[in-house]
């Protein structure tokens, strides 16, 4: 697995929620909670929907705009379906004053 720099900092706070970014060839989308931040692959298991397009960030929890699957932030762990599995969760860290995740 390898860091890959995404955005600065100043980028990344004016996105909200979501801040997409494609790297190494996938779709990735980062939040911040809490004044950590957070990537997941920007896509729902269930359809394949984008959450940085269609959904929404309540308190944690993703919950996807298509079908309404939800997912843990945090972890990618599923909290409802109709979606059978957990998205992709990737770290991320702040270096240097950039967004890194890694993949």
């Not at 990344?12 to 997941?40: I, T």
């Not at 896509?43 to 269609?54: D, L, N, Q, V």
């Not at 409802?80 to 770290?91: H, L």
Request: hydrophobic share 40%.
């Amino acid at each position: 697995m390898t860091w890959h720099r995404v955005a600065s900092i100043a980028e990344a706070e004016r996105a909200h929620p979501w801040l997409p970014a494609d790297v190494a060839g996938v779709s990735v989308a980062l939040a911040r909670l809490d004044e950590r931040w957070y990537g997941v692959e920007d896509r729902c298991t269930h359809a394949g929907c984008p959450f940085s397009e269609e959904a929404t960030l309540e308190a944690g929890t993703i919950v996807c705009g298509c079908h309404g699957s939800a997912f843990d932030l945090t972890t990618g762990d599923l909290r409802r379906g109709p979606a059978e599995r957990p998205v992709r969760a990737f770290p991320v860290r702040v270096t240097e004053g950039y967004l890194e995740i890694e993949l």
